[in-house]
């Protein structure tokens, strides 16, 4: 069965630094997408970014990147530049089955990140 | 990418009453889902809304608890019936739009709910 897993409940970073969220899955289908939403405390749900499992770059959008390694299953993202602002709860994802399958999100455990001045 | 209107965005009810939160989609979309966060916890799939069919339920819920439509490609709704303080919970909407546009899952803003 498809599984995320976060292993970093809390994370610290100064800010204007870079930091890294740590999350790798567990799948048997060939075709999935890997999303990234940050949580802050209002509760919304704001997409960061996507990786297609036949991405052959790693996906970046803007101060976030994901750092996608299929052979380890991971799919760590980058925050560059941290700010105040990116203070939230960061939740990894993955889509199941291929395009035109189910297409339902199952969310890892999520990583509090707060970032210091 | 699309936007999810969802309300009401919180609520604070009675246990035993029944709370309906609407979903309603700027562009038609193949897919539309519902999840529970508990507090301090991840999210949760409560189900899948089908257009014009029943809801597909996930293990550990059922349609009695949580009565879902989706009357057509742009609108759902979920029931939170015969509320306990156990519901108490952030819901969500998301919504999926098809192949090769389905590289973002969008949500509504949450409705936060409060059972007492």
């Known amino acids: 069965a498809q599984k995320i897993t976060q292993t970093q409940p809390g994370m610290f970073v100064q800010e204007k630094e870079a930091v890294t969220l740590d999350c790798t899955y567990d799948t048997s289908d060939q075709s999935y997408g890997l999303f990234w939403y940050k949580q802050p405390s209002s509760g919304e749900m704001i997409f960061l970014i996507y990786?297609?499992?036949?991405?052959?770059q790693n996906a970046t959008e803007g101060r976030y990147s994901l750092n996608f390694q299929k052979a380890r299953k991971s799919a760590n993202l980058v925050i560059s530049a941290s700010q105040l602002g990116d203070s939230a709860m960061y939740f990894c994802a993955m889509r199941e089955g291929p395009g035109g399958a189910t297409n339902k999100l199952i969310f890892g455990t999520g990583t509090l990140l707060a970032v210091q001045p | 990418s699309a936007v999810i209107s969802q309300k009401p965005s919180r609520d604070i009810c009675q246990r035993g009453t029944s709370l309906t939160i609407q979903c309603q989609v700027d562009s038609q979309v193949t897919m539309m889902f519902w999840y529970r966060q508990q507090p301090g916890q991840s999210l949760t799939l409560i189900a899948t809304?089908?257009?014009?069919?029943?809801?597909?339920?996930e293990s550990g819920f059922v349609i009695d608890k949580f009565p879902i439509s989706r009357p057509n490609l742009t609108f759902s709704t979920l029931t939170v019936s015969n509320m306990s303080p156990e519901d108490s919970s952030i819901y969500l909407c998301?919504?999926?739009?098809?192949?090769?546009?389905?590289?973002?899952?969008?949500f509504g803003q949450g409705t936060r709910l409060t059972v007492v």
């Open positions: 990786q297609g499992s036949y991405d052959e």
């Open positions: 809304a089908n257009q014009g069919s029943e809801a597909t339920y």
């Open positions: 998301s919504a999926l739009r098809p192949v090769p546009l389905n590289t973002e899952a969008f």
